[in-house]
């Protein structure tokens, strides 16, 4: 059994409407998966025969908007990192945050138990420098990956098919002045899905939507709306998802309501494709999900 988390920041469930890219892009893979509906709040508690789509809470019982800091530890620990330090934190885990990952983090958890896990973002040669000095200031996910004691893929691995950056395609990291060759979203699906095959469990990071949706420029959502649909239906043509599930899920909404550039309260998606458990546990809010996926590969089948 194994498991593959596509991790989207900022994409939570609105409701159907002009200023939802989620519905007014077109999405055939997830439209397939959810049985001809949109990733709406709509569609909110779909079960078909493809997949499962399920709405979290990420306010996580806090006032205030959501943030990512917070949002993202608690979805990699299952510990509310909200509550943990009274309140919602954008940005980079401070120390407190970066704690509870070092203590609860999923992949160093899922390491111990004997499986094995790996992430298939690739970082640019300056985040290397960044961490030979020491520096530790970096996104959740990243923290997570470090305390588990994982190596970083690299551009060179990308070039190898070994790893994919984390805009899928490497046009937003090649206006930072790298010269990467573009890959078409499909090329990025079907390399996680041979990655994944070697692994117990795989973690994908995207992030574009949560800057694109502060930008709230419908065009480029548009676009983007389109990738990420053709990755995850790449992803799900090579993946053998008779042995694997198959989990997007993100931590606060944003993209999905570009009449605001701040974040939103709306739920989460929760869509779980491939082999998903005959019985599903209670799964509510961001803390749900890492336990979600530990008992998942502790028990290994469905």
Same mark, same amino acid.
């Given at each position: 059994?194994? =498991? =593959?988390?596509?991790?989207?920041?900022?994409?939570?469930?609105?409701?159907?409407?002009?200023?939802?890219?989620?519905?007014?892009?077109?999405?055939?893979?997830?439209?397939? %998966?959810?049985?001809?509906?949109?990733?709406?709040?709509?569609?909110?508690?779909?079960?078909?025969?493809?997949?499962?789509?399920?709405?979290?809470?990420?306010?996580?019982?806090?006032?205030?908007?959501?943030?990512?800091?917070?949002?993202?530890?608690? %979805?990699?620990?299952?510990?509310?990192?909200?509550?943990?330090?009274?309140?919602?934190?954008?940005?980079?885990?401070?120390?407190?945050?970066?704690?509870?990952?070092?203590?609860?983090? %999923?992949?160093?958890?899922?390491?111990?138990?004997?499986?094995?896990?790996?992430?298939?973002?690739?970082?640019?040669?300056?985040?290397?420098?960044?961490?030979?000095?020491?520096?530790?200031?970096?996104?959740?996910?990243?923290?997570?990956?470090?305390?588990?004691?994982?190596?970083?893929?690299?551009?060179?691995?990308?070039?190898?098919?070994?790893?994919?950056?984390?805009?899928?395609?490497?046009?937003?990291?090649?206006?930072?002045?790298?010269?990467?060759?573009?890959?078409?979203?499909?090329?990025?699906?079907?390399?996680?899905?041979? =990655?994944?095959?070697?692994?117990?469990?795989?973690?994908?990071?995207?992030?574009?939507?949560?800057?694109?949706?502060?930008?709230?420029?419908?065009?480029?959502?548009?676009?983007?709306?389109?990738?990420?649909?053709?990755?995850?239906?790449?992803?799900?043509?090579?993946?053998?998802?008779?042995?694997?599930?198959?989990?997007?899920?993100?931590?606060?909404?944003?993209?999905?309501?570009?009449?605001?550039?701040?974040?939103?309260?709306?739920?989460?998606?929760?869509?779980?494709?491939?082999?998903?458990?005959?019985?599903?546990?209670?799964?509510?809010?961001?803390?749900? =999900?890492?336990?979600?996926?530990?008992?998942?590969?502790?028990?290994?089948?469905?």
């Amino acid at each position: 059994m194994r =498991v =593959v988390l596509f991790f989207i920041d900022g994409l939570g469930l609105a409701p159907a409407g002009e200023n939802n890219p989620l519905s007014t892009a077109s999405t055939p893979a997830l439209n397939r %998966l959810l049985g001809g509906q949109d990733l709406t709040r709509e569609t909110a508690g779909f079960h078909g025969p493809l997949a499962t789509l399920l709405p979290l809470d990420a306010t996580l019982g806090v006032p205030g908007y959501p943030q990512s800091a917070t949002g993202q530890t608690t %979805l990699f620990s299952g510990q509310n990192a909200a509550q943990a330090i009274g309140r919602h934190l954008n940005g980079f885990p401070n120390e407190e945050l970066r704690q509870i990952l070092s203590a609860e983090g %999923l992949l160093g958890k899922i390491i111990k138990a004997g499986k094995s896990a790996t992430f298939l973002n690739c970082y640019r040669p300056e985040f290397f420098a960044e961490l030979d000095r020491g520096r530790l200031l970096f996104s959740a996910s990243t923290m997570l990956n470090f305390y588990a004691g994982l190596p970083f893929r690299t551009f060179q691995q990308m070039l190898q098919g070994e790893a994919v950056y984390s805009d899928i395609t490497n046009e937003w990291v090649r206006t930072l002045g790298h010269d990467v060759p573009v890959v078409s979203p499909e090329q990025a699906g079907e390399c996680l899905a041979r =990655v994944a095959r070697q692994h117990d469990f795989l973690l994908f990071e995207h992030f574009l939507t949560d800057i694109f949706g502060h930008k709230r420029c419908r065009e480029k959502a548009t676009v983007l709306t389109g990738i990420i649909d053709r990755f995850i239906g790449s992803a799900l043509a090579h993946l053998n998802l008779s042995e694997t599930l198959f989990i997007m899920t993100s931590d606060h909404g944003n993209f999905e309501d570009l009449l605001t550039a701040g974040h939103t309260s709306n739920p989460v998606p929760l869509l779980l494709a491939g082999a998903r458990p005959k019985e599903l546990p209670v799964l509510n809010d961001l803390t749900d =999900v890492a336990p979600f996926v530990l008992r998942v590969l502790s028990k290994g089948t469905v």
